[in-house]
């Protein structure tokens, strides 16, 4: 039956998406983020929905005659110098077969972002991008929170099978990072029972952080939920939200969940007795030479894995793979969209007809500082949310530009001399 139901729902779309390319898009990410295909057990399982979609994307876009560019900003610059540098670390990557194959699932994941930048164009369309994404990956922070729950935090809460988010540590990063997403939602709304809707949502979300029993998802919590209350509107309120629902988390956890977090607080302790820091510090020690050995290029992709180790963290594995020249394209690529973020903030300010934009750049920086933290003790770096959150920023950017332009244009008249808004660009 979940067979079919997945079916006739990504079939379903794809009239859609060939009348308008950018249900495309929308699609795509809930694909990519849900993974619904993962929760049947029978011929949907396997079937490559993506690429249905994707194909179907490809002719919509070829027949609409709606403008189609890719805003060029320095992000997107960047992002593309990136993606050709990954392609030069592949040709010359010391596991070659292997690399390859990851090469094949990065490029896809990079034209889906820049087919992003060009279709998503307006507010409504970024507005249901969100959306898409804050169901997608929130069903199992509201799924994990009640198991969590009902299961008195014995069992651990896991992602998708054979997808982005499938270990306890992933899901845990994925979560962390909607959670500014469901706030950016319920900031704009109006309505009582949408906004409480929002309120659970979110507590469920961070009940099911805490029930991966991810140290590392926890971490990233405690960090994002800092960020998140220097970021959000109303932040006094949402403090104390945030501190109740973690208060009643913890509390709520059995003790070996309790010993296993203590292990935060003495890292030295933990260095010596636990077999997964470790690894860890192994695996980053590993990356660093085979950057200095490599400078260039690096090992490639996938040099972690032939040696027997995992990345465990997204630093560390740009570092190993790309070189020292794809990891300063990445860090570039950080640097931008944070000035970008932090330049929408700062010129929206307090106006109203755009706060929408101060909110959503805010979020996203909460949601981009939960990656870095979280980020840190995973190999996650080619997470095609982190980049979705870039060309977010840009169309705001670049809507935000627009918007600047023509309030400028309008107050540029012969008659009179009227005051003219702040119409700073973001740069």
């Known amino acids: 039956m979940r067979d079919l139901a997945v079916f006739l729902a990504v079939f379903g779309t794809l009239p859609f998406i060939l009348a308008r390319p950018w249900v ?3 699609v795509l990410s809930w694909i990519g983020y849900m993974n619904p295909h993962r929760l049947a057990w029978g011929f949907a399982y396997d079937f490559p929905f993506a690429q249905v979609v994707a194909m179907t994307l490809f002719l919509s876009i070829l027949l609409s005659k709606e403008p189609k560019r890719i805003p060029w900003t320095r992000e997107t610059v960047v992002l593309l110098l990136f993606t050709l540098w990954m392609l030069v670390s592949t040709i010359d990557a010391q596991f070659s077969y292997l690399a390859w194959e990851q090469w094949d699932k990065v490029w896809k994941i990079q034209l889906i972002v820049f087919l ?4 998503i164009t307006d507010k ?5 991008l969100v959306w898409v994404i804050v169901l997608s990956i929130g069903f199992y922070g509201v799924k994990g929170g009640l198991f969590t729950i009902f299961t008195g935090g014995s069992s651990r809460v896991l992602g998708p099978p054979q997808s982005f988010i499938e270990t306890r540590g992933a899901i845990a990063l994925a979560l962390n990072m909607v959670i500014p997403l469901m706030r950016y939602l319920q900031l704009q709304t109006q309505n009582p029972s949408a906004r409480m809707a929002f309120t659970l949502a979110i507590g469920l979300t961070v009940f099911a952080v805490v029930g991966t029993q991810s140290r590392g998802g926890l971490l990233g919590l405690l960090t994002m939920g800092a960020m998140l209350t220097l970021k959000t509107r109303g932040a006094a309120l949402f403090a104390v939200f945030g501190a109740v629902v973690l208060a009643l988390a913890f509390y709520f956890m059995p003790a070996q969940w309790k010993e296993r977090m ?3 607080t003495t890292p030295e302790q933990t260095a010596q007795q636990d077999a997964s820091a470790r690894q860890r510090i192994d695996a980053w020690s590993f990356g660093y030479y085979k950057a200095l050995s490599e400078p260039l290029t690096g090992g490639g992709f996938e040099v972690y894995v032939e040696h027997g180790v995992e990345a465990h963290s997204i630093w560390f594995e740009v570092l190993g793979e790309q070189g020292f020249i794809g990891f300063g394209l990445y860090l570039v690529l950080w640097l931008t969209t944070w000035r970008s973020a932090s330049r929408i903030i700062k010129i929206v ?7 929408w934009m101060r909110d959503l750049a805010a979020m996203i920086q909460a949601s981009l500082i939960a990656y870095a933290a979280g980020g840190s003790f995973l190999g996650l770096a080619y ?3 982190f980049y979705t959150l870039i060309a977010l920023i840009v169309i705001c950017k670049v809507l935000l530009n627009k918007a600047l332009a023509e309030e400028s244009a309008e107050y540029s008249t012969p008659i009179g001399n009227y005051p003219r808004p702040d119409n700073r660009a973001v740069l």
């Open 24 to 26: 495309g898009i929308l």
């Open 116 to 119: 992003t930048l060009m279709l």
């Open 124 to 128: 409504q369309r970024i507005t249901l």
């Open 262 to 264: 203590e292990m935060l």
């Open 349 to 355: 300010g307090k106006r109203q007809d755009i706060r």
């Open 383 to 385: 997470f095609d949310f």
